[in-house]
């Protein structure tokens, strides 16, 4: 007998013992309220007289003499009575929370498909049933989109190391190869290998972000745009891209560093899916109870309906887009782990000439502490 079937037994045994205690209780009961009222009866009757007990006619009732051993015997009798009729009861009861364990437990196996399905009554149990199944549908989902991940994340790394393989053994097996040749086969291996790099580096980062924040320091959205922006100037310059900002205050708290990734990921994706003359404008404000930030970019046209899709991982328009290997369609995953992380609202709309316009609102009202720099 497994320890799950003793701690079913075990508690049928109570609710049975916890059932018949209350059977035996009422027997008593009503014996006792009967004596009492057969000896309250025959104390008040004058001698002589005939007592309430008695009968005339056909015979004499029952006195509290003869009540008393007939008592005895009947709560004798009463006992396994009362513990048969408990037990019984006990296990009606228990017998659908079997039949959800039993069904919970081949779900947990790995028939992460099944459900419960319990239908009327409408009951404790019911709702039991139902939010388990709502809990079962949520894994379902969750393990679905964690192999998708391993699945994209394991084509994402071994297509690098794929072609680093075959670049060391072409440039090794060429028996004319010079010193310039072995150089820029050196060169495109450490280019590969920074691809890598970045797309463990990204991994990390989101999976930091999906385990939560543990610290929230003051910070201002604006500062760290600032920070960010001196930081790209040079690359959107060679890209002919034209950074603006619009940078006000905005306080709120958070994970400084992760914080600084979704901004650094929002400016980025906007320099990167962009065009050459393009421009890409940062903004920071604060409204009400939220602080802003806006990243709006120039770009190729994105359909509606494909804007979502781009921020579950390794989601990308068009794969190496502009032949660059740069892209690894993990930032705006990352922007929206962070978001959620932050309890943050993250909205995004394609703009009919083309590009993205990406909002993050954030809850404010620390602007009464020192900002985190």
């Not at 057969?38 to 001698?47: F, H, I, Q």
């Not at 006195?63 to 513990?83: E, F």
């Not at 994105?302 to 502009?322: E, M, T, Y």
Request: hydrophobic share 40%.
């Amino acid at each position: 007998m497994t320890s799950q079937q003793l701690a079913t037994r075990s508690l049928q045994t109570r609710l049975a013992l916890a059932y018949a205690a209350g059977f035996y209780a009422a027997g008593v009961f009503v014996l006792v309220f009967v004596g009492v009222g057969l000896l309250g009866a025959e104390s008040t009757t004058p001698k002589g007289r005939p007592s309430p007990g008695a009968t005339t006619g056909t015979g004499r009732g029952i006195s509290l003499a003869q009540l008393l051993p007939g008592s005895a015997v009947a709560l004798v009798v009463l006992v396994p009575v009362a513990l048969a009729a408990g037990w019984f009861v006990a296990g009606r009861f228990l017998h659908p929370l079997r039949t959800i364990t039993a069904t919970a437990k081949s779900i947990s196996a790995g028939d992460l498909h099944r459900r419960l399905g319990l239908g009327e009554p409408t009951d404790e149990l019911t709702e039991l049933g139902h939010t388990l199944d709502d809990l079962f549908a949520r894994l379902q989902a969750a393990f679905d989109a964690q192999r998708h991940f391993v699945a994209n994340a394991s084509h994402e790394l071994r297509t690098p190391l794929a072609g680093l393989r075959t670049l060391l053994e072409v440039a090794l097996s060429d028996p004319e190869a010079d010193a310039g040749t072995l150089r820029s086969a050196c060169q495109e291996a450490l280019a590969l290998g920074g691809h890598q790099e970045r797309v463990v580096r990204a991994l990390f980062v989101l999976a930091t972000s999906e385990r939560g924040i543990f610290r929230r320091d003051t910070l201002d959205l604006g500062h760290i745009a600032e920070e960010v922006l001196a930081s790209r100037r040079d690359r959107a310059a060679e890209r002919g891209i034209d950074l603006t900002e619009h940078l006000t205050p905005a306080v709120t708290a958070g994970d400084p560093g992760l914080v600084e990734s979704l901004v650094a990921n929002l400016i980025d994706n906007a320099i990167r899916h962009n065009h050459t003359d393009g421009h890409v404008r940062i903004s920071t404000w604060t409204s009400g109870p939220q602080v802003t930030l806006t990243v709006t970019n120039s770009g190729p046209v994105i359909p509606g309906s494909q804007v979502q899709r781009l921020f579950q991982p390794f989601q990308k328009l068009a794969p190496d887009r502009h032949g660059r290997r740069d892209g690894h369609g993990l930032g705006l995953a990352i922007v929206n782990a962070v978001a959620q992380a932050h309890d943050a609202t993250l909205t995004a709309d394609a703009r009919p000439e083309g590009g993205l316009s990406i909002t993050v609102r954030f809850p404010g009202g620390y602007a009464d502490r020192t900002p985190a720099t």
